[in-house]
């Protein structure tokens, strides 16, 4: 199953120079995967991060900038899950306008009590549904 | 040589769980590289991008986040340049906490002209100042 | 007519203390704006500032913060025109949640030249659709 | 005595038409506000909201944009106090470009307990540094 949330380009994500500033894009990725906890998994960031002292940091990403996206572009970020481990799970994010690939990006995050900020193993429903996002390739 | 750039952790950086948001360390990024294209190479944005009309986008990134940052932490982002090819080049920037490095990011970026959003050379009176921050390693 | 553009507070806008972080208010207002724009004035900003070379940038705003509002609160923000003038016109934006007003923000902008940077008369066909959202009072 | 910070107009706060996005300048302006608390009154925002559960959030501000900033402007923020009441205060922030006044904000805050989110009594100890930042008019 492919996670998918439509975002398009806004004033305050372009640049001098008219393209997508790219610490926007980081922001995209960042509500890409609170759609996904929320919408996808059923366990939101209010119900895991404020009110549940957990959180789930980046410990890497990495990201191809394939084309550059302009003001009103529509752009749709589609997630799949690559692999879960005990307490840390891969991602893929691609944003796409039309049938071109303008954005890809590998992300690993860790499942953390936000308290102690140490790895947690992923509650068992947690990456039952996770694995349901999983793209055999 | 090495570039380098003190930030300290401001209240707008900071997530809910208290620590940076990782897009702002995005926002850290283009600034260092930012203040090294003016005050290293001798070429500001403002030259190259709003008067001159060419740019340096990002074609990928790779960033490790090693250990969390908070409000009022001091971080020394430092640059060093680790390849320069005909169009392209490769940096990799280190933010320290006092001996303590929170992220190391590998960037490769792409000088281009920003009317055709198109590759150009590295003039070489930039080439010949990037290399001077290069790191023999 | 009342313009209305509903959006909800993700993680990225709320602060260390989960309580929005006031300069994304600004983003949000910014956004209304342009959807107004686009969507209720049919002018929207890629046509009017890449293309068209005009801008409407702010000449004055005040903000009323009535209560806070917190990560994942829905909120509805609703802009009706107060008054057009030559070159510049009055929004008042409110931002509800549910039944409480959590934002009022009245705002005085101007129609330019953005390359010189001018006031310029706001043309009849926009004045018009400005017009419908004129609020009787 | 004035409280006064530099702060250069960096790429990330230019829009696609070159100057300042106004939302920046709120990040500009809070971050003035953060500083005066840190170096100008000796309680920094880590020590009041994160540690201190304390916070100071807007009531009201009320921004006139005089004129544009650009890429690389320098600013030099000067923040006064007008009053200092029960437990909210009034200050005044201008933003200089030499002997140009380019914004003019003034702002209410409200010195609350975070938790309850409910007004409370400014401290003698705060309230008199507060006043040495008086501008007598």
Redesign the interface.
């Known amino acids: 199953m492919v996670f998918r949330v439509d975002r398009r380009v806004?004033?305050?994500d372009?640049?001098?120079?008219?393209?997508v500033?790219?610490?926007?894009y980081?922001?995209m990725i960042?509500?890409c995967i609170?759609d996904w906890f929320e919408a996808g998994l059923g366990y939101?960031?209010?119900a895991m991060?404020?009110k549940g002292h957990h959180?789930v940091?980046?410990?890497?990403?990495?990201?191809?900038?394939k084309a550059?996206s302009?003001?009103?572009d529509e752009l749709a970020f589609k997630l799949v899950v690559n692999e879960v481990g005990r307490s840390s799970f891969k991602l893929t994010i691609k944003a796409w306008h039309e049938d071109e690939v303008r954005m890809i990006a590998r992300a690993v995050l860790v499942y953390i009590d936000?308290e102690k900020?140490a790895p947690e193993r992923i509650p068992e429903i947690l990456r039952a549904k996770m694995l349901t996002f999983q793209e055999v390739t």
């Open positions: 806004r004033f305050a372009v640049d001098a120079a008219g393209i500033f790219y610490p926007r980081f922001e960042n509500a609170e939101g960031f209010d991060i404020v959180a940091p980046l410990a890497n990403i990495e990201v191809d900038f550059p302009r003001l009103d936000a900020h």
